[in-house]
């Protein structure tokens, strides 16, 4: 083979959407959480990461590897990013040494391109996407003969919400109670195809980047926040045993309980770290009693809000239900101030 050949391989992940929260980790090098947590898979034609992988023996090594993302360069330097490559790395050079025919590939610079169809770092989740597209594109690259889950303990460290966006549908990720994290990782609870007709609208608050990171922001918590270990040991382990029930028996009142429970959960352990953490701000508080007004209105639980590390909100409801919830949305949200700033970004129907 010609040493000029280029490899490539290129793979789109999903945005997800923790409806019991990842918050807290036991070891930050592993990336290993203090809590298992459980999310939904958005549909890929909304939010989405594309990542080309590609190597060549005709790269300069003096490139070393790099990331092009939204047409930028990034930087790779960072531990999270670095593990990622050594582990992908490794598993290649592993299949060579087993298949000497194979080209040296795990000795190439690696060269990604990235691209997201929706705001970086506007509490989106931007970063489980983007490393469950990476950690795959390279993978596909690698040919690496790795189930989905296998994939989701690389991924994990590149960024621990990215562990759930290797699986469409509904999605745990156990926090396991290994040292070396070999059983920290994401299984499937249902398949999309389980529960159809769930939807999840987004108010965007604000596209801006988000204050305190959640890394940093988790770290806060857990040093400083009494709070946190009743959700983390009570909290947290009755949730995901619901939530699982929930989803099992499509029952959608059980599914917003606890969601909302456990959004407000979060919430409140941030408030409760010192100094405190506030993601949530006057539109989202608002956002909040549209959804207990069409509640009351309806006179059943038709949707559910939460709130990840930023201040937009994700409102679940079924598609049997979209009149009643984006409709009442736009009315009740009209009245309030501040909501003119805020846009609301439904979503196409499907989860992959
Ligand atoms: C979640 N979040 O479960 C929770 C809810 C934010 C609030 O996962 O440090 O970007 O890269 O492992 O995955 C955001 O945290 O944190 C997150 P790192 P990540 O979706």
Known sequence: MASDTVYRASTTAPVNIAVVKYWGKRDPKLNLPTNSSLSVTLSQADLRTLTTASCSASYPSSDGDSLLLNGEPSDV???RTQ??????????????????????????PLRLVSENNFPTAAGLASSAAGFA????????????????????????QGSGSACRSLFGGYVAWRMGDKADGSDSMADQ???????????????????????????????????????????ITKVVPQNMDLMEKAIKEKDFAA????????????????????????????????????VETINANVGRTVAAYTFDAGPNAVIYYLEQDTEAVVGTFYHVLGEIDGWK????????????
Not at 341 to 352: E, F, T, V
């Open 77 to 79: 330097a960072g531990a």
């Open 83 to 108: 593990a990622c490559f050594r582990e992908l790395r490794s598993r290649r050079a592993a299949l060579e040494a087993a298949n000497p025919s194979l080209p040296k590939l795990s000795a190439m």
């Open 133 to 156: 597209a990476f950690v795959r594109a390279i993978a596909n690259l690698y040919e690496l003969p790795a189930s989905p889950s296998e994939l989701s303990l690389i991924a994990r």
């Open 189 to 231: 609870v249902a398949e999309a195809s389980h529960w159809p007709e769930m939807r999840a609208l987004i108010l965007v608050v604000s596209a801006a980047k988000k204050g305190v990171s959640s890394t940093s922001g988790m770290q806060q918590t857990v040093a400083t926040s009494g709070l946190f270990q009743e959700r």
């Open 255 to 290: 599914f917003a309980e606890v969601t909302m429970r456990d959004s407000n959960s979060f919430h409140a352990t941030c408030a409760d770290t010192y100094p405190p953490i506030f993601y949530m701000n006057d539109v989202s508080r608002a956002a909040i009693r549209a």
């Open 341 to 352: 700033q805020a846009s609301l970004k439904g979503l196409k129907p499907s989860m992959s």
